[in-house]
């Protein structure tokens, strides 16, 4: 019984480990971030396997992605600022983004402010991060921010994109996939936008974005538990009807 009780342990270790490694979604505990709702179950078993059958080793996570064919450049200019109030069963909070200039950014420098804590990135024309690192088309792993991810630069009409979260072993593998969906176009809060839906299968959306089809930022998030809604922006809001 204590056998089983300390493979048990190392299991539970392993998945920890797995967890922390794997870019959080902002404002969300890891917990509830989209790659883990997707990835976490089902590596489970695969998990179970190697450390019921190997000695301790390491898991590595990383995410592959499909290719992205962006139809825009960025379009956040300097002096804009934009506001978001994210609802959750905790409570309410409000996030704000100024966007500015700053020597040393080759783009646009973006501050983020909640009661969290505040960030500043750097992000270039081409939505990407200053400097590469962690960031992906996804998000820019621990910096990502509410406002803006690159891969919204490749949203329209017909737009459709495969991440995979890929989980290695002890020279075994697995991957989960993530499909992003354009469900067409909408009108939300009186503006364009392209509605996303992001789910493990192409069919079965877990959440649902809603980008601004000409800012190409986010309007609105339903992502289960939490909904995030732009209340503050460079134009006109009109959720009198939403």
Not at 71 to 93: K, M, S
Not at 94 to 99: D, L, T
Not at 203 to 214: G, H, K, M
Request: charged share 20%; hydrophobic share 40%; aromatic share 10%.
């Amino acid at each position: 019984m204590a056998k089983r009780e300390g493979t048990e342990n190392r299991v539970a270790s392993a998945l920890s480990s797995a967890y922390g490694k794997v870019p959080e979604f902002p404002y969300l505990d890891r917990a509830t971030t989209l790659i883990l709702i997707l990835c976490v179950a089902g590596y489970l078993g695969f998990t179970a396997y190697v450390y019921f059958s190997m000695p301790p080793i390491e898991i590595e996570a990383r995410l592959g992605e499909g290719a992205l064919d962006k139809n825009a450049r960025l379009a956040i200019l300097p002096g804009e600022n934009y506001a978001y109030t994210l609802e959750a069963p905790e409570g309410t909070e409000q996030i704000a983004y100024a966007v500015r200039s700053s020597q040393g950014c080759a783009g646009v420098a973006v501050a983020e402010a909640s009661k969290q804590g505040g960030q500043l990135v750097c992000i270039l024309e081409d939505g990407m991060l200053m400097g590469g690192g962690e960031g992906s088309n996804l998000n820019y792993g621990n910096r990502s921010i509410l406002l803006f991810s690159p891969w919204m630069l490749a949203a329209s009409e017909n737009f459709s994109w495969r991440v995979d979260a890929i989980y290695s072993s002890g020279g075994l593998e697995a991957s989960i996939p993530i499909y992003f969906v354009s469900k067409g176009k909408r009108q939300v809060a009186g503006r364009g936008a392209y509605e996303i839906d992001i789910g493990d299968t192409p069919t079965n959306a877990s959440t649902r974005f809603f980008i601004d089809s000409e800012k190409r930022v986010l309007l609105y998030a339903d992502m289960g538990n939490v909904t995030a809604r732009l209340t503050s922006a460079p134009f006109g809001l009109d959720w009198t009807n939403q």
